[in-house]
């Protein structure tokens, strides 16, 4: 019989996801195989709709739970809210900038994008200089690049294009942020939250959700020409999703039900248990501030060009990853043009959250051994 301790992995996994999950949702990820059509597995996933809500903060906005990569809500937005054509502004603070306007020119949007400094952020009155002469169907913001842990403040862009541009649609690039980032989605004016369950959500890889406004949804029911692709396609998903919600299974494609699930489990840990969502968000802060001080106090200096822009769930700095795995710490390296220059410490959910689990204790002391060591080598006794 197996117990919980049977769970403990022997290397401390602090990526910027997949992250540390507890052990309750490792358990509920274990569920006996059930149809995804009976009446149990409809409950447990009408639940997980509506708690996806109040992670950020959304009292009517339609969520998609679909099988698939956060890379999956690009192909979402793309083919479900812009026509071929139609002008799409990227506000790109790095690699995953560059992925956004591949997809939306993949699916024939013009797009122009502005391309923040590497570390830094795009200035709010460059997106209103912008959207002066052009009319937009969207502008994206990636709200923390996880290639460099660049925060992004769409509060701040949000009101700026409300302001020059009311009709175009706010569509946040939340993989890394939602449940670790404060998101106010009504109350900020964001049109669609893109993120995924193996981040700041605590649960294993492989479902992508897309929250999309009630604006969102009329753009997408009155659109010209038909959705231009077929497994991502809101003209399947949104029968899917609200017969679920309203408690009675339905079939397009077989959703991940043993993820589902865990996804359940974790959404009701973060919504429904102690610490609170608020509370999280303030631990997550917490311990940000403690990694990126004990890097500061050992040199390393950060990508992010200030503390102000700088995320709550993850730490880049530069390159010491393999000396990180030998102590039994996983670690991420760089992304794009300059990842071999740097490399990345997540600490979301549980590593966050949980000071018992001892992991930023262990985070700060291997960086403390590995930088002692790199030290040696350059500067031998």
């Known amino acids: 019989m197996s117990t919980k301790t049977d769970f403990k992995q022997v290397q401390l996994l602090v990526i910027p996801g997949p992250i540390e999950l507890t052990d309750e949702v490792l358990y509920a990820n274990a569920h006996p195989s059930v149809s995804h059509m009976s009446a149990g597995f409809a409950a447990v996933f009408a639940e997980s709709i509506r708690m996806t809500r109040d992670v950020v903060r959304t009292a009517t906005a339609q969520p998609f739970l679909i099988s698939g990569s956060g890379t999956l809500g690009w192909d979402q937005v793309s083919a479900n809210l812009v026509e071929p054509g139609e002008s799409v502004l990227v506000l790109n603070t790095g690699y995953f900038g560059d992925g956004f306007a591949d997809c939306l020119q993949t699916y024939g949007a013009q797009v122009d994008q502005l391309r923040a400094d590497f570390g830094g952020t795009v200035d709010v009155a460059q997106v209103e200089q912008a959207l002066q002469p052009k ?83 009329k753009v997408f029911e009155t659109r010209s020409n038909p959705v231009t692709a077929y497994y991502v396609s809101w003209k399947k998903w949104l029968p899917i999703m609200k017969a679920y919600e309203g408690g009675s299974a339905a079939y397009f494609a077989t959703p991940p039900v043993n993820l589902i699930h865990a996804y359940h489990e974790s959404l009701s840990q973060i919504t429904k248990a102690s610490p609170s969502l608020d509370e999280r968000l303030g631990l997550h802060s917490e311990t940000s501030r403690r990694v990126k001080d004990a890097a500061r106090e050992l040199g390393l200096s950060q990508i992010p ?43 979301m959910g549980i590593t966050a959250i949980n000071p018992e689990r001892g992991d930023v204790d262990r985070v700060i002391e291997v960086l403390k051994e590995v930088i002692a060591e790199a030290t040696s080598r350059v500067n031998p006794p």
């Open 135 to 217: 009319r937009y169907k969207i502008v994206t913001i990636t709200h923390v690049d996880t290639s460099t842990g660049v925060l992004s403040n769409p509060q701040l862009v949000a009101e700026a294009v409300k302001k020059v541009s009311p009709d175009t649609l706010v569509v946040l690039d939340a993989v890394c942020a939602v449940a670790s980032e404060e998101i106010q989605m009504d109350n900020w004016g964001i049109d669609v939250v893109i993120t995924a369950s193996q981040k700041g959500l605590g649960a294993p890889p492989g479902l992508s959700i897309v929250i999309a406004s009630q604006e969102a949804m």
């Open 305 to 347: 060009v200030g503390p102000e822009i700088a995320a709550n769930g993850m730490t880049a700095s530069s390159e010491l990853v393999p000396a990180f795995l030998q102590r039994g710490v996983v670690v991420a390296g760089g992304l794009g043009t300059r990842k071999d220059l740097y490399f990345r410490i997540g600490h």
